[in-house]
C-alpha cells in the first residue's frame, strides 16, 4: 500500500509493498540487470531482465548508439510482502476508528517485518510483476469512479452484473479513502500480489483502478486521468463544485445521462434531441487506452500519407472569415489525425490531451452508429475554458461502401453470469469483445471532419462542412485520401524495414509531440499478445522516465524475456523503444536501433504532421 506521504517519506508506515523502481547506475557505461519475481506467485518467473544502460559515446543530437563491452552484471532478488485485512462494517464514526487503527496496526507489523528482512539480506529487495507470467491470462481491468459520499457514478462491469456487492465495494473504498485524508495523507495504491489497486483523488470524485496486467503504477493512473477529463468534457469542474456543494450526496448519474443534439444536413436542418448517457464515451476510451501508446507516451498518432495529399487537404480546412470563433478544425480517420487547422492564438496542448478526448468522443458509438449525417455536442477542454463548452460538429466525409456496421457492449451468449466463477468469464469476454468492436468500428468508420467552435453559428458552420466536402471532391482528394485509407497504405509493418531481428517499434519525435508505429503482425496478432508488448512497452516507458518514484531517470533501458528484447532510449531529439527477437546479441540490438532512427528521419514527411496551417 502506497501513500502520497510515503513517496516523499521512505519511512512512512504507509509502505505496505515496496514499489518497482529500477534503479539508475551512475554512468551510462554500467549495466544493472534486475531479475524480476511475480510477487506472492508460487511460480518461477521466466526470465525477464532488466538493463539500465550498456551504450557509451552517446550523441544526443545525432542519434547513433556506439557499443562497448559489458561490465559484470549484479543481481537482486524479490521480496514478498502482503497485508491481510477485513472490513466488516464502516458505516458509522467508531467503524471508521476501528479501521484506522486496525491499519496502523497492519501497517506497523508489515514495516517492521520489511526492516527485518532487509537486514537479513542486507540489500534493498525489489518485488515485481513479470507480465510474461499470466496464469489467469490479462483479466480485465475494473475502473471504478464515485463520489466522495461514496455514491457510484460509473463502473466498468457490465451492467446490473453484481450490483450488490457493487454498493459494498464503493462504500469500501469510500471509507478507506477518508481514513487516510482525516490522517492528512491521500492512498495512492495497494499492492496486494499481483493485484495492483490505483486511487486517484480528483475532489468531489474518487476514481479507482484495480489491476493484475503488472503495469507500472503511473499507467493506471494516467487512464484515471483520462476518465476524470472525460466526465469533465460532459460536466464542467465548476457545475461539479456546485452541485456538491450544496448537496453532498447527488447522485452524478442522472446529470451524466445528458443530451446530444443531431443536425440532419437537408434542406430544412432538423434539430433533433436525443437522450444518450457518458457510459459510451467511458467505454469507448477504455478500450482505446488499452492498446493505445500515443495516449500511453502522451503525444499524437498521425496517420502515415503523402505529404503533397496532406497539406493539400490541410488548405482546403482553413476557414473562411465569417467563422470567427472557430478554435481547432480536425481530420481523422482509422482513429488517427490525419492534419488540424488552428488560429494563430490557440495552440492544441502539447500532450494532446484535447485530442484524445476529441477522438474518442468521434468513434464513441453513439456518434458512428449516429444515423444522423451530422452531430452537435456541447463539449469542455478543461485546460482551454474549465468553466464552459464549446461547440464540437462532427460529421463523416466518407464512409466504407458496405453495410454500416453498428456496435454495442456485447452480451454474453450463455447465463453463466448466474455464478462467480462464470462472473469473471463474463467480465474477460465482454472486455475482449469490446475491444474487438472498438477496433473495427474506428476501422469501418471513414473520414471524419471535426469542427471546434466557441460559438453558436450552427448554420455557417454547416454550410461550411457543405462547401469543404465539395471542394475536396472537386480536385479528388477526398477519392485519393479515401483510397489511401481503404488500401491499407496509410499503416505499414515492421517486416517491410527488412531489418534483421526486428518486430515492432514506437518512435516519437519530441519536437513533433507525435509518435509513429507499425501495424502489429505475428507474433503480436492476438489481442492477449498485443496487450503484453505494450505492457513491456510501459515498464520500459515508465522507468526511463522515472514516472513511478524511481531514484532518477534514464537514457536507455533494456529488457530480455524468454521471448524478445525490449529496448528504450531516450535523445534529446527523439524516444525510440524496439522490440526484437531474444537471440540478437546486444550490437545487432544497437544496430537494429540506429536501422530505425535513420528510416523515420528518411520518411518523416509521411509519418509526421508538420507545418500544419494556421489561421
Not at 554512468?27 to 540487470?33: F, G, H, T, V
Not at 507516451?297 to 498521425?302: E, I
Not at 528484447?565 to 526484437?580: A, H, S
Request: aromatic share 6%; proline share 5%; net charge neutral.
Amino acid at each position: 500500500m502506497t501513500s502520497a506521504r510515503s513517496q516523499t517519506t521512505p519511512s512512512s508506515p504507509h509502505n505496505l509493498v515496496i514499489p518497482p523502481v529500477l534503479h539508475s547506475p551512475p554512468s551510462l557505461s554500467n549495466i544493472k540487470d534486475h531479475h524480476f519475481s511475480t510477487g506472492n506467485l508460487s511460480v518461477t518467473t521466466p526470465g525477464l531482465e532488466s538493463s539500465a544502460s550498456s551504450v557509451t559515446n552517446l550523441d544526443l543530437n545525432d542519434g547513433i548508439l556506439v557499443h562497448e563491452v559489458d561490465p559484470e552484471v549484479d543481481t537482486t532478488h524479490s521480496e514478498d510482502t502482503t497485508a491481510v485485512g477485513q472490513i466488516d462494517d464502516v458505516a458509522d464514526e467508531e467503524s471508521r476508528k476501528n479501521l484506522r487503527d486496525h491499519l496502523r496496526r497492519t501497517l506497523s507489523v508489515q514495516r517492521e517485518k520489511s526492516d527485518a528482512k532487509r537486514k537479513a539480506d542486507g540489500s534493498l529487495d525489489i518485488s515485481y510483476v513479470s507480465p510474461d507470467t499470466t496464469l489467469e491470462g490479462y483479466r480485465p481491468r475494473e475502473y471504478f469512479v464515485l463520489t466522495d459520499a461514496g455514491k457510484p457514478v460509473f463502473t466498468s462491469r457490465p451492467a446490473g452484473q453484481d450490483a450488490e456487492n457493487l454498493s459494498s465495494i464503493m462504500g469500501i473504498v469510500q471509507a478507506l479513502l477518508s481514513v487516510f485524508l482525516d490522517d492528512g495523507d491521500k492512498l495512492r495504491c495497494i499492492n496486494a500480489g499481483r493485484m495492483r489497486i490505483t486511487f486517484l483523488l480528483r475532489s468531489p470524485l474518487y476514481y479507482v483502478c484495480a489491476s493484475s496486467w503488472g503495469e507500472p503504477e503511473s499507467v493506471t493512473r494516467s487512464h484515471l486521468e483520462y476518465l476524470h477529463l472525460q466526465i469533465l468534457s460532459i460536466v464542467t469542474a465548476s457545475q461539479l463544485r456546485r452541485i456538491f456543494e450544496r448537496r453532498t450526496n447527488f447522485d452524478l448519474r442522472r446529470l451524466l445521462d445528458g443530451t446530444i443534439i443531431h443536425l440532419y444536413c437537408s434542406l430544412k436542418i432538423l434539430i433533433l434531441s436525443k437522450k444518450i448517457g457518458s457510459e459510451p464515451f467511458m467505454f469507448s476510451l477504455l478500450a482505446r487506452m488499452e492498446l493505445d501508446l500515443a495516449m500511453a507516451t502522451s503525444s499524437l498518432n498521425c496517420l502515415q500519407l503523402d505529404q503533397s495529399l496532406r497539406a493539400r487537404v490541410a488548405e482546403a480546412l482553413v476557414p473562411t472569415s465569417k467563422m470567427k470563433d472557430t478554435l481547432y478544425i480536425i481530420l481523422v480517420a482509422r482513429g488517427q489525425v490525419i492534419t488540424l487547422v488552428r488560429p494563430k492564438k490557440h495552440s492544441i496542448h502539447p500532450a494532446g490531451t484535447y485530442i484524445h478526448i476529441l477522438v474518442n468522443t468521434v468513434y464513441s458509438p453513439s456518434i458512428v452508429n449516429s444515423p444522423a449525417s451530422a452531430s452537435w455536442i456541447p463539449v469542455c477542454l478543461p485546460k482551454f475554458n474549465p468553466a464552459g463548452f464549446v461547440n464540437a460538429y462532427i460529421t463523416f466525409l466518407y464512409r466504407p461502401d458496405g453495410d454500416h456496421k453498428s456496435y454495442q457492449r456485447t452480451a454474453p451468449e450463455n447465463n453463466e453470469s448466474a455464478d462467480t466463477t462464470g462472473a469473471s468469464h463474463v467480465a474477460e469476454n465482454n472486455q475482449g469483445a469490446t475491444s474487438r468492436h472498438t477496433t473495427r468500428l474506428i476501422e469501418d468508420s471513414g473520414i471524419g471532419l471535426v469542427c471546434i467552435s466557441g460559438g453558436g453559428e450552427f448554420e455557417t458552420v454547416r454550410a461550411w462542412c457543405d462547401i469543404v466536402t465539395q471542394k475536396l471532391n472537386d480536385d479528388g482528394s477526398l477519392d485519393t485520401l479515401a483510397r489511401a485509407v481503404d488500401s491499407g497504405k496509410t499503416s505499414y509493418f515492421a517486416s517491410q524495414l527488412a531489418i534483421p531481428g526486428l518486430r515492432h517499434f514506437v518512435y516519437k519525435s519530441r519536437s513533433h509531440v507525435q509518435i509513429t508505429l507499425p501495424a502489429f503482425e505475428e507474433p503480436y496478432d492476438t489481442l492477449d499478445a498485443k496487450r503484453r508488448i505494450v505492457t513491456l512497452y510501459q515498464i520500459v516507458h515508465d522507468a526511463i522516465h522515472a514516472k513511478s518514484g524511481q531514484t532518477g531517470s534514464l537514457k536507455l533501458q533494456y529488457i530480455r524475456t524468454e521471448k524478445e528484447i525490449v529496448m528504450g532510449w531516450i535523445t534529446q531529439p527523439f524516444e525510440l523503444y524496439v522490440v526484437l527477437s531474444p537471440r540478437l546479441p546486444k550490437a545487432a540490438v544497437i544496430n537494429a536501433a540506429n536501422a530505425v532512427t535513420r528510416w523515420v528521419k528518411k520518411e518523416e514527411g509521411q509519418l509526421f504532421l508538420r507545418d500544419a496551417p494556421v489561421f
